[in-house]
DNA sequence: AACTGTGAATGCCTTCACAGCT
DNA sequence: AGCTGTGAAGGCATTCACAGTT
């Protein structure tokens, strides 16, 4: 496989957006599209779309813009050189919704066990994914050829999560819990805050109006 | 109140995660902090908290740092400029799972009213919040004077959502569905894409792994 | 002596602007 | 004529490094 040079956080999460906008857009029986199209559907500039799209090495093949498909491939090619079985720890709301919304959508990347240590939530099926207590995560791991992490724990207990995470030896970890954990070198860690995403919100939103 | 220059979205974010440590650290009987100890906390480097702290204008007191009390008190007039209310639309897994978690934490910001189509999720209460049917939810938006709306509906009617909560004369959104949404100027949104930080903690974790 | 506050330097990301292609 | 690919410019955010303070 070609080594694309270093592509940034920025880069890949439009990445996976334009992926999914493409497969909806393929879907409904397009077949080529313009930088501008795309930039237009995302709120983007088309100069980005391009950089982006030129980051990956992909080449429009002609006057018509890019051939969805084969973008749609060279996206997949470029971000499934990824593992792709997770691991979900704490399933109190937030998890039991990551689950479902997650696993219904997708299938190179699964979440396929998912553990707590309350023993009224082991045992069970959800969406798919067997749950099982804490202490045989490490095991599940390895028997399950696990690489990646989700959080979805009480701050509290966040970071011994992310402990138990490390040493079992996954890779990557998300973290939805409202404190950030620290992890050894060479495992990437990162954090989705819901509570400071909604008082971003609360602050913009005022500002904005404020401004006009 | 003392206009701060405008501040950036990533110090916001930041300063949102500030106060919460730190109200947890006043909790623990902690009264003055360093901005390397604050830095170790959050894994940051001391001088961008020290930026983000003079953005503000918190002007630390002594040689002992800051004084935990009185930096929280100056980031919760920074951020609680804000308007409070907030409607969440889509009462699915995704949707309660956050009204409980956001609902149990805070109390400046609140959910206070949910929405959905499907009549089997109204009229319930979640977290001490009513559920109503989507089509009034203009009137309770003024009525309840909510200025802040969560989408956590599928990607499909999301830019439908949205438009109601812009006609209803919302000021901020939060989007949880994996497509952006369009809104009017004065108006801001924002967007948690679940999918998307998984994809790149996968892309990332691997990337990482095959450099050492 | 050890910390903060901050101008200046650095580095990253986005946008501009245009040559080249079809 | 209208698009892409891309060097160069511009704009932000972070970090450095040190003067000022207690």
Redesign the pocket.
């Known amino acids: 496989m070609k080594k694309t040079e270093e592509l ?4 890949i999460e ?1 990445l996976t957006l334009y992926r999914r906008l493409l497969s909806d857009l393929r879907e409904k029986g397009l077949e080529h ?4 199209q795309l930039a237009e559907f995302i709120s ?5 779309i ?5 980051m990956i090495g ?3 093949n ?2 018509k ?2 051939t969805i498909t084969d973008l749609i491939e060279k996206i997949d090619s470029v971000l499934s050189c990824c593992d792709s079985r997770i691991a979900l720890v704490g399933i109190g709301n937030l998890g039991r919704a990551i689950l479902s919304y997650f696993n219904q959508q997708h299938s190179a990347l699964r979440i396929v066990a998912a553990f707590d240590n309350d023993e009224s939530r082991i045992n069970r099926v959800i969406a798919g994914c067997r749950c099982y207590p804490i202490r045989i995560l490490k095991e599940k791991v390895e028997e399950e050829k696990i690489s990646l992490g989700i959080i979805t724990v009480p701050g509290q207990s966040a970071q011994d999560v992310a402990d138990i995470l490390a040493d079992a030896g996954i890779r990557g970890i998300l973290n939805f819990a409202p404190v950030p954990v620290k992890v050894p070198d060479g495992l990437y860690a990162d954090r989705i805050d819901i509570t400071t995403a909604i008082e971003k919100v609360a602050y913009f939103a005022n500002c904005k109006s404020n401004k006009k």
């Open positions: 940034s956080e920025r880069t439009r599209i313009y930088s501008h983007n500039t088309p100069a980005q391009r950089r982006d799209i030129m992909y080449v429009a002609s006057k813009g890019y």
